[in-house]
């Protein structure tokens, strides 16, 4: 055996047990902030040894608001974002693998705006998206899946009105199933509605009635992030730790 080969074993071999424990991803924070012009969107991880070096992953001339952060069942990490230009606003994402990040990506939504993005990895380990979309009249509430390296083509939520609904949020309920909340003006004021995917389409709207829930643990969030910012932070799954 050379004698390199032989110091590359033995270094394998006298590495500390938990050196691979140091270096795994615990926590990854997603959040917009400004750059002294515009905001942009800025990605960090946490391991044991504390947060990375914050990376902005834009540059153009939108301001990049309202990030969602979603990691697949390959690992890969997909943001999206509220792209806000002069000629309108629309939605962009990049996907993160081998810790490397792809260059921005328009949403083809079909609208003339598209803003607001809720991302969710569904129960049948699919990419689902939500967004308020607008075609010249009142916002509705849309979704797509990537499905097949592809997005299927966008579908309305709510049910057509003349009203804007606005703001939605993706989940897993108490039943394991897809579920949608968003703000939809409804009685002459804003209300919370939901519906629920149901295996060929969304349930017809209902009411949704917040229900007493334990206070969440405070999030413990780096210095470097702004105290205004839009962020998410994410868990990182065991086994999801390797970019």
């Given at each position: 055996?050379n004698?390199?080969k ?32 515009r ?32 990691i ?50 569904g ?9 308020a ?22 579908q ?6 003349q ?7 993706l989940?897993?309920?108490?039943q ?68």
């Amino acid at each position: 055996m050379n004698n390199w080969k032989k110091l590359l074993l033995a270094l394998l071999l006298t590495a500390p047990p938990g050196h691979a424990a140091e270096n795994a991803v615990l926590e990854e924070l997603v959040w917009s902030q400004s750059d002294g012009l515009r905001q942009e969107i800025y990605h960090s991880a946490r391991t044991a040894a504390g947060w990375s070096e914050p990376e902005q992953l834009t540059d153009n001339n939108a301001n990049n608001l309202h990030p969602a952060f979603v990691i697949a069942p390959d690992s890969s990490r997909w943001i999206f974002w509220s792209a806000v230009n002069p000629d309108g606003i629309s939605i962009e994402y990049t996907v993160g693998k081998a810790g490397r990040w792809t260059q921005p990506v328009q949403l083809e939504s079909g609208h003339a705006t598209a803003i607001t993005p809720a991302a969710l990895i569904g129960p049948d380990q699919t990419l689902w998206l939500a967004w308020a979309g607008n075609d010249g009249g009142q916002d509705e509430i849309y979704w797509s899946r990537f499905v097949n390296a592809a997005w299927l083509p966008p579908q309305q939520i709510n049910a057509a009105n003349q009203v804007p609904d606005v703001k939605p949020e993706l989940l897993l309920n108490k039943q394991g199933q897809v579920e949608v909340r968003w703000q939809g003006f409804r009685d002459g004021k804003y209300k919370w509605l939901a519906a629920v995917y149901a295996g060929q389409g969304w349930s017809p709207e209902q009411d949704f009635i917040e229900e007493e829930e334990q206070a969440a643990e405070p999030e413990e969030l780096p210095d470097f992030l702004p105290a205004d910012s839009q962020h998410v932070l994410l868990a990182v799954p065991a086994g999801k730790e390797a970019e």
